[in-house]
T-cell receptor, first 109, second 114 residues
């Protein structure tokens, strides 16, 4: 059901930037891109969302390509606590979140 | 961000009994709530969507008579797993939304049926 594809896993060195890609080639003009993450045995945590402009908050930056067919979540200085599964979601309606497999990010010391 | 609280965080019940899980939006009114189920090493799967005062809409393959959802107020939705069996053991997660562009998730409830 998910409308996005992500690599299954990525590693990142502690203190370096983590860049997580997401493809959403069928996205339509009024659909947002959302990013959540899930740390083991917890509920998903909201990170950021965007429509077409790049977005930044205290957690991360979201870079959306001009054609909106892909995006990248950037964690500027990854820490060990950022180890989690990261989900890129394009909802069916804007609050109807369908989860794909996500990317398992492992931050290594 | 807005806070969504689930209760209990974990529960163990005997096979054949029913168990109720609560999902509360603590600081906003949730017109829509979603219930998910997550098995080990898998992603979240949407079970049903409920709007306050209306019957829940269930995803294909989810038995509505087994997973009873009530969304009687703008701050509370409940999921009751009836006649639970070991295969219902899972991590159940709710999310709540007050507008079309946001959804906030609870911390999840781990159900173990023995």
């Amino acid at each position: 059901d998910a409308k996005t594809t992500q690599p299954p896993s990525m590693d990142c060195a502690e203190g370096r930037a983590a860049n997580l890609p997401c493809n959403h080639s069928t996205i339509s003009g009024n659909e947002y891109v959302y990013w959540y993450r899930q740390i083991h045995s917890q509920g998903p945590q909201y990170i950021i969302h965007g429509l077409k402009n790049n977005e930044t908050n205290e957690m991360a930056s979201l870079i959306i390509t001009e054609d909106r067919k892909s995006s990248t979540l950037i964690l500027p200085h990854a820490t060990l606590r950022d180890t989690a599964v990261y989900y890129c979601i394009v909802p069916y309606n804007n609050n109807d979140m369908r989860f794909g497999a996500g990317t398992r990010l492992t931050v290594k010391p | 961000g807005a806070v969504v609280s689930q209760h209990p965080s974990w529960v163990i019940c005997k096979s054949g009994t029913s168990v109720k899980i609560e999902c509360r939006s603590l600081d906003f009114q949730a017109t829509t709530m979603f219930w998910y189920r997550q098995f080990p090493k898998q992603s979240l799967m949407l079970m049903a969507t409920s709007n306050e005062g209306s019957k829940a809409t269930y995803e294909q393959g989810v038995e509505k008579d087994k997973f009873l959802i009530n969304h009687a107020s703008l701050t509370l939705s409940t999921l009751t797993v009836t006649s639970a069996h070991p295969e219902d053991s899972s991590f159940y997660i709710c999310s709540a939304s007050s507008n079309p562009i946001e959804a906030f998730f609870g911390q999840g409830t781990r159900l173990t049926v023995v």
